[in-house]
């Protein structure tokens, strides 16, 4: 017999049972106005790969921009993306939505044209409805330099 066999054979006999320990993954939505937290119903073993969950819920807050998941509700400590994968440690873990100020831009080009426009720096984003000279709504989106409007 092996020594780690021996271990285990001297182990069961003074009656220790082992038992795999199973550790939960809880998403918290962070101040969220909207929407809700994914939930993971699975347990994760220590050492095993777990999944990052998208933000399925919807989550949502006023101002903010949904910007992945972290493990101290201050935005600070590990950030990890939707679809990243993470060791799982020896204990239970909240992840924290983590949120990204909205920059928004409102200002009047002229009497009769009103304009709304949200700017998302962390997309270089542009979204937002405005009113155009001929009285007419409009919804400008895009990226970068290509905005579309319709």
Known sequence: MDAFAACIYD????GYDFEAVEYNVTYAGNGNTSGHAPSDDEGHYRHTNVIV????G???RTGYDFAGWT?????TGTIY???ESFKMTGRDLTLYAKWK???DVAYKKAVTANHSISYH???NAVNGTMR?????????VGKGNQVARS
């Open 132 to 140: 155009n000279l001929e009285d007419k709504w409009c919804t400008t």
């Open 101 to 103: 100020e909205t920059k």
């Open 58 to 60: 919807n989550l949502d």
């Open 81 to 83: 993306n939707p679809g």
């Open 121 to 123: 720096p962390a997309e």
């Open 71 to 75: 493990t101290n509700p201050d935005g």
């Open 53 to 56: 969950k998208d933000n399925v």
């Open 11 to 14: 182990l069961a006999i003074y």
